[in-house]
């Protein structure tokens, strides 16, 4: 199996060159010095501007000055979670958190505050900057001085969570395992082993149910103090408007659920009902669903961290010769820390470089089919990231979420076609197979997670038994009678503690949903035209955030809709790709 050692654990980023010479932020600031970074807020705000040519500068220059500082916090973010149980690591990630953005963010709203009594004596060109404005409007609209340090406390417990997760191991037949590593072992055909393992997880988590419901709870009442002094009327009002979702409603997420409820949930049902007959169960419980049906042997994709770099090397190629060339130069360059280790954060993600305008791919592989999805998704995010590096405004150089995750589901899907590479026939359809039946679990699973959340924050006074028997009603909303919950009624309760989202990025979790639908038509597009839909979705990727969202599908041969209209015909072509 893979080894523990990645590929790049303690990159070097101060050899990583900037993507073009600095004009404004002195070559050697220092970001870790509060002094040194408020100056260069300050020398921005007293700056004159004249024309609309001083404000396209003064524009540029912010630009720098805003990617200079994202890429200390990305770097310092970056090596916290490639060790969490580094104390230098966390502290210096610390200090970013408890002292440098909480005296930048009043400066930010002031800067916000001169660039809008700007513009509206230079009007800038309409096309050209209106997302910018009204995304600066909105920042404005809600900021609170008094928020910063509670902000600050939240972002302090979020690093905690982190550090929770990353230290939990299981010892499991005499050797110590992370729990990413033990997903491993619910694979196995042997019913015994995947139940064993199953249950360790589960009872290491439930140690720590407490403790995470206690943080919780000091998360929540902080965002409800947040949005009460931004003058919302509750946290879920508050997010939808700081995460600038101007084309749809909580309204419109609800009608998502509602419609995942009646299309997406039956069809859900007889994924596992045929899992249950294949596998000649009474029942299934919460330890059969990953494991092949059949009892075929788990897939085992790679063995090592350097066949799976080449293998999904390959696999960009054939799916575009740019991407290819792309990826290569990522492994050139180190930007790849990928095994699995004790102390390493869970998850995976792929975070920009913003000077260098260069990606990083961050996952936890363990040698599982699931880590070639995996790296392909965060694949789609770095060719996002680099397709829009030509662009001058740090701002436009990412997308809404909703579309920056069509990014990466759309190349799961269009990678999925060239998995030969890792397997042989039979092997590479258990795996397409596999991936179909997670994209339906993952619009159920979104579902319940968004739907979790708008009642978390729809009712601000609960306690944590009333958070149990909602998060449990919402779970049988969405299909958790499919499996057999019996005598684990504990562990079923605190099973979304292991959602990270819930507790670092609320109400983010929708767009994985709503990316979803994009990415399954894009799935559809290419079966009958791969050159057009592969140029398609690069000119959306090459737009960044510099339309509106709905105009980012369009440019992608995409439909931004997620009512019955875009979700049944796209339920029926999965329903045939699997022969339900």
Request: aromatic share 12%; glycine share 4%; charged share 25%.
């Amino acid at each position: 199996m893979i080894p523990r050692q990645s590929v790049s654990p303690m990159f070097d980023f101060e050899r990583l060159a900037r993507y073009q010479s600095r004009r404004f932020v002195p070559e050697k600031v220092q970001f870790s010095d509060v002094k040194d970074v408020q100056s260069l807020y300050q020398k921005m705000l007293v700056r004159k501007i004249h024309s609309v040519t001083d404000l396209e500068q003064w524009l540029l220059d912010r630009s720098e000055l805003d990617a200079a500082l994202d890429q200390e916090g990305a770097i310092l973010y970056i090596r916290m979670t490639c060790q969490t149980d580094d104390a230098f690591r966390a502290e210096s990630y610390k200090h970013l958190i408890e002292t440098i953005i909480p005296a930048v963010k009043p400066l930010e709203d002031q800067l916000n505050q001169k660039y809008l009594e700007a513009v509206a004596k230079f009007p800038l060109n309409e096309k050209r900057f209106s997302v910018y404005t009204r995304g600066i409007r909105a920042e404005v609209d809600i900021f609170v001085k008094e928020n910063v340090p509670l902000q600050t406390d939240v972002e302090l417990l979020s690093q905690e969570y982190q550090t929770i997760c990353g230290s939990l191991t299981v010892l499991f037949d005499g050797q110590e395992q992370t729990l990413p590593e033990m997903a491993k072992f619910l694979y196995e055909p042997d019913r015994w082993v995947r139940e064993r393992a199953w249950r360790a997880t589960a009872q290491r988590r439930l140690q720590e149910q407490n403790k995470l419901d206690q943080l919780f709870d000091q998360m929540l009442c902080l965002r409800n103090k947040i949005a009460r002094n931004a003058g919302c009327q509750n946290f879920c009002a508050y997010k939808f408007r700081s995460l600038q979702r101007f084309d749809y409603t909580p309204e419109d997420c609800k009608r998502y659920h509602k419609t995942v409820e009646q299309l997406v949930v039956p069809l859900w049902g007889s994924v596992l009902e045929r899992r249950r007959r294949q596998m000649n169960l009474q029942d299934l419980r919460p330890w059969d669903t990953s494991v092949d049906a059949l009892g075929r042997p788990p897939l085992t994709p790679f063995e090592n961290v350097q066949t799976f770099i080449e293998g999904c090397q390959e696999v960009f190629n054939r799916v575009d010769a740019e991407f290819g060339r792309q990826f290569a130069d990522m492994v050139h360059k180190g930007l790849l820390d990928l095994a699995s280790r004790k102390g390493k954060a869970p998850g995976g993600y792929q975070n920009t470089l913003a000077e260098a305008r260069e990606p990083f791919i961050f996952m936890n592989a363990v040698g599982l089919d699931t880590d070639v999805r995996t790296l392909l998704h965060e694949g789609g995010h770095a060719f996002h990231s680099l397709a829009c590096r030509q662009e001058s405004l740090c701002a436009y150089r990412h997308a809404p979420m909703e579309f920056n995750e069509v990014a990466s589901m759309g190349m799961e899907l269009l990678a999925g076609e060239h998995l030969a590479v890792f397997y042989k026939l039979d092997e590479e359809q258990r795996s397409r197979e596999v991936h179909f039946e997670d994209a339906i679990f993952t619009l159920v699973w979104v579902a319940t997670i968004d739907a979790f959340q708008h009642w978390i924050y729809e009712n601000p006074g609960h306690h944590v038994l009333e958070r149990k028997e909602a998060w449990l009603n919402i779970r049988r909303r969405f299909g958790a009678d499919f499996v057999n919950w019996d005598g684990l009624e504990e562990e079923h309760g605190s099973l979304w503690q292991k959602q990270l989202h819930i507790f670092e990025v609320p109400f983010y979790y929708i767009e994985y949903g709503i990316a979803q639908l994009g990415a399954l038509q894009l799935w559809l597009n290419a079966q009958k035209d791969w050159p057009l839909t592969v140029r398609q979705y690069k000119k959306g990727l090459s737009l960044g955030g510099s339309r509106p969202l709905p105009e980012l599908f369009q440019e992608a041969g995409l439909c931004f809709d997620f009512s019955e209209r875009t979700i049944a015909p796209l339920m029926t072509a999965v329903g045939k790709e699997l022969k339900l």
